[in-house]
């Protein structure tokens, strides 16, 4: 069986710290842990995409085209993978000194225009990730309001909306985040927890 190793969009589902102090993984850790040993003993991925996942898949390409044409410089979109002995991860769009990851918002509701922080922590720690497997010290979360595709749309709840026509500055919402090898010491050390905790699970079953 493989060793196991966390993916860069998934760190955040392990950096959860537990509830009591006795404890060393939280209740959502060893949920993830105990979902990717079932993984490797059955060899069936398990299936967690949704409306908001699925938008961000179709229309990454399109998103990542209208940030070019803003920026005029030419983004392409990377396809390599990397990995080390802890992470692996493809990051949307690798710079000179910078890596960029393209967030399509379901709405305008949804869409951050109004945030200071960056609102999700997962990805905070999937760009330390990203950073720390390319060697980049910088990096960008930048949110972009697209429009969605009709098919995902639900009839009775979504309201079909163009944003064609509006100014950049009501799509677009960028978050700088700056290398942290703190953070990326704590998430070599979760993933070494990870593995005892899985290793403890194989135990079990064999008995």
Request: aromatic share 12%.
């Amino acid at each position: 069986m493989k060793q196991f190793k966390i993916r860069a969009s998934a760190v955040g589902q392990i950096m959860s710290d537990p509830r009591a102090k006795k404890d060393k993984l939280s209740a959502t850790t060893m949920t993830y842990c105990q979902e990717w040993l079932k993984e490797q003993i059955y060899g069936v991925k398990k299936f967690n995409s949704n409306k908001y996942t699925e938008k961000g898949i179709q229309m990454e390409d399109k998103a990542i085209e209208y940030l070019s044409k803003l920026n005029s410089d030419f983004y392409i979109k990377n396809e390599e993978s990397f990995e080390n002995d802890f992470l692996t991860g493809t990051p949307d769009i690798i710079l000179n000194d910078t890596i960029i990851d393209v967030k399509c918002s379901w709405n305008m509701w949804t869409h951050p225009l109004f945030e200071e922080e960056l609102p999700t922590k997962d990805y905070y720690y999937q760009l330390q990730a990203y950073m720390h497997l390319t060697g980049k010290k910088k990096a960008k979360v930048v949110y972009c309001l697209m429009d969605t595709p009709d098919e995902l749309l639900n009839p009775w709840s979504d309201v079909p909306y163009s944003y064609e026509g509006l100014d950049s500055k009501y799509r677009i919402k960028t978050f700088d985040i700056e290398y942290d090898e703190e953070v990326i010491l704590k998430i070599e050390n979760r993933v070494l927890e990870c593995r005892e905790y899985i290793n403890e699970l194989n135990e079990k079953l064999d008995k």
